[in-house]
């Protein structure tokens, strides 16, 4: 039976990825106004983790954030951030249902309001020291997890024009970080973990500089077809293949987003074109706040990971 690859969910603590105090929320939360608060339910979260138990997951990567009252950086976290404790009860509880909770901190520039004034001094010396304050702090909180998501997504200017400053790293400081981080990890005993972006512009110097023991999470939210070579479909479908090709281990993302068939469509796609031993598991990803309000949302892309597991790794169950 092979029932040794990884199932696994995120959910957030944090809800300050996609903006900055000067702007309103766009694309995942139109309208919302900025809040220094986080809007999360435990009651909700609980609720869901109970039900990735009951269907098997293994794995639950938490967005952390702002979301916890830092020791290192207390400056960061949120007005109503949960402490340590509460947060080492809610990984037990995890771990008490056979699931592996893992920390992200997403240290991309399209995704780090939740670092205060440090995102404004990107790749200083400070900078690059409260990053490896806070994932030595989180690798501990986690009790050494197997794997710690470091995010480094959708950095470009494109995404970053709603907010007041755009910055982007480019290929001789954006290398310098992303290995302080991966050091950090691995003085930790943990694995980096990262989102693929980099290679859908960038395939040679992904080549070139990505450490070969940093897994990677390429995401691509629609049907698997026949894309035009010049579409945005076809780089990020097929970034899957370079990543394999170059031999990383990878965890595709899925995600009801923006195509309700993309969960099955992915797993049906993995087992046919990635399994060849760097194929770690999959990872989905409903996008929504931790709230009552987004509790179907949130159920719903539980199911479907679930659902499409039984008809396409039935050998895992």
Not at 7 to 12: D, L, T
Not at 95 to 102: D, H
Not at 159 to 173: A, C, F
Not at 279 to 296: E, H, I, K, P
Request: negative net charge; charged residues 30%; hydrophobic residues 35%.
């Amino acid at each position: 039976m092979e029932n040794n690859k990884i199932w696994a969910y995120y959910i957030k603590l944090s809800d300050h990825f996609w903006s900055d105090e000067t702007t309103v929320e766009g694309g995942m939360f139109p309208g919302k106004a900025y809040d220094e608060n986080n809007d999360i339910d435990f009651e909700v979260w609980d609720e869901v983790v109970s039900y990735l138990g009951e269907k098997k997951y293994n794995m639950l990567l938490i967005d952390i954030g702002d979301g916890v009252k830092y020791e290192s950086h207390p400056e960061i976290s949120a007005p109503n951030a949960v402490s340590k404790q509460f947060l080492k009860e809610k990984l037990d509880a995890a771990r008490a249902l056979g699931i592996e909770p893992i920390p992200k901190l997403n240290f991309s520039t399209c995704h780090d309001t939740w670092m205060k004034d440090y995102r404004r001094m990107v790749s200083t010396s400070i900078y690059r020291k409260v990053v490896v304050d806070l994932i030595d702090e989180m690798s501990e909180l986690f009790d050494t997890p197997s794997l710690f998501h470091l995010g480094m997504d959708e950095e470009n200017d494109k995404l970053q024009t709603r907010n007041e400053i755009s910055i982007i790293r480019h290929e001789k400081v954006l290398w310098e970080d992303m290995n302080i981080m991966f050091d950090a990890c691995r003085k930790n005993h943990v694995r980096p973990w990262v989102w693929s972006d980099y290679y859908w512009e960038h395939p040679d110097l992904f080549a070139k500089y990505m450490p070969h023991d940093v897994v990677q999470s390429n995401w691509f939210y629609r049907r698997f077809l026949n894309y035009g070579a010049d579409t945005p479909q076809y780089k990020r479908m097929m970034a899957y293949y370079g990543i394999r090709d170059l031999g990383y281990d990878q965890i595709p993302t899925c995600s009801q987003i923006a195509e309700s068939a993309n969960t099955i469509h992915t797993l049906k796609f993995g087992k046919k074109e990635l399994e060849n031993g760097h194929l770690l598991g999959f990872l989905t990803a409903a996008w929504v706040r931790t709230n009552r309000s987004d509790y179907f949302r949130l159920m719903n892309e539980a199911y479907k990971l679930y659902e499409a597991r039984e008809k396409v790794y039935p050998e895992t169950l």
